[in-house]
């Protein structure tokens, strides 16, 4: 069976779905785009996740094509449909479509697509294990804030990590790591502070970060926001990553550096304990 997807106002068959080739998203990557996880049937961390596609369309000026309220009942109806207990949930807003001009019409109405996709979320072996990340230059433009559709300079860091044998790539600028190409950065310090870059332009605004940050102070875990060399990472104690779609996931190799003792730590363990006993509530509510 295909799955159902949503294009515009109507729930369609994956291979019935249709987009103008005009589409300013698909001609100029002139689009936003939101994923939000699903445990259980139910939408993770979704406010955070809507919050910041509200937030990444202000910025750019594109209006939201249908009430908040509209897309949560879309979502729900799109998991239901396609029978998702675990896996995402994507969101992609384009500015519309019209013929190809760099300028577009005040007027210009965007349009709306989502779909599902099923996968593991939990207890997958690279939470189990932990991974290895690359190093690699961060080339991409000066508004990273915006979690724009284009993704070309991540997808060229991922095809590069994958070719050194590792699963994620953490991009450099100026000598500090700003965060993975889709994921957020994270080391321990020897002494046990957990630290992140702080959000700015230069990197998008996390929200698994965030719920991740919120649940660790409330846990009394040690939080620092600044940035890091590729060198502190190295003598890290520990390190992880998070994202919507790999929740808190252990680093044990930054670019051949081993990490620690090469296995997930126990306050990284700790974090994944409490991020997933949060998500777990959510999805029980």
């Known amino acids: ?13 994956e291979p019935e779905a249709q987009i103008s080739i005009f589409d300013r998203g698909f001609l100029f990557g002139d689009s936003i785009y939101e994923v939000s996880a699903v445990i259980g049937g139910n939408l993770i961390d979704n406010d955070l996740h809507l919050d910041r596609l509200e937030r990444s369309l202000r910025e750019l000026d594109i209006p939201m094509p249908v009430s908040r309220d509209d897309i949560v009942a879309m979502q729900k109806t799109l998991i239901a449909r396609n029978e998702i207990d675990e896996g995402l949930v994507y969101l992609q807003v384009t500015r519309g479509s019209e013929d190809r001009n760099f300028d577009y019409s005040d007027t210009l109405k965007p349009n709306l697509v989502a779909f599902t996709q099923k996968k593991k979320l939990q207890n997958t072996a690279a939470h189990k294990d932990g991974i290895k990340v690359a190093l690699v230059d961060d080339i991409r433009w000066d508004r990273r804030d ?5 993704l070309l300079a991540q997808v060229q860091a991922k095809r590069q990590a994958k070719a050194s044998g590792c699963i994620e790539a953490w991009m450099v600028q100026d000598g500090f790591i700003t965060e993975g190409a889709s994921s957020t950065v994270f080391i321990i310090t020897q002494d046990g502070k957990i630290v992140t870059r702080p959000n700015s332009r230069v990197t998008l605004p996390g929200c698994t970060r965030l719920a991740v940050l919120r649940a660790a102070a409330a846990h009394d875990l040690q939080i620092e926001e600044r940035l890091f060399t590729a060198d502190e990472a190295y003598l890290a104690r520990e390190a992880f990553l998070t994202s919507a779609s790999s929740f808190v996931t252990p680093v044990v190799e930054i670019a051949g550096h081993r990490i620690g003792d090469g296995k997930p730590g126990p306050i990284t363990r700790r974090v994944q304990q409490i991020y997933l006993e949060l998500a777990l509530k959510q999805s029980a509510a």
Do not use: D, E, L
């Open 1 to 13: 069976m295909s799955r159902t997807v949503y294009v515009n106002g109507s729930y369609v068959p």
């Open 146 to 150: 915006i979690k724009t559709t284009m």
